[in-house]
């Protein structure tokens, strides 16, 4: 069974920066792709940054030009860098990493930003 365990999130100014982590209890390169979900009360999850196992990534509109993400395979980690943070990113945000047909969750972290 896969882990996912993030780390990272709290409450920041408007303007302000976050780097979210996701630790994966094994190789992130065994998995085809690795990605950042967000979800804010009352909406529905989103996708907000994708990198597969060839290191090509994919950000939601929104958060183009303010988000990174990338990978530490020496740590199993994957990072969401987050700058220029808005209120409207406010959310819980998930790690997911995919292997084919099979996907795993973390527990997810909240980010808060306030105006």
């Known amino acids: 069974q896969v882990q996912l365990v993030e780390s990272g999130g709290g409450l920041v100014q408007a303007g302000g920066s976050l780097r979210l982590s996701c630790a994966a209890s094994?190789?992130?390169?065994?998995?085809?792709?690795m990605a950042w979900h967000r979800q804010a009360p009352g909406k529905p999850r989103e996708l907000v940054a994708l990198i597969t196992s060839g290191g090509s990534t994919n950000y939601v509109d929104s958060v183009k030009g303010r988000f990174t993400i990338s990978g530490d395979n020496a740590k199993n980690t994957v990072y969401l860098q987050m700058n220029s943070l808005k209120p409207e990113d406010t959310a819980v945000y998930y790690c997911?990493?995919?292997?084919?047909?099979?996907?795993?969750w973390g527990q997810g972290t909240q980010v808060t930003v306030s105006s």
């Open positions: 997911n990493s995919c292997q084919f047909s099979s996907c795993y």
């Open positions: 094994r190789s992130i390169f065994s998995f085809n792709s």
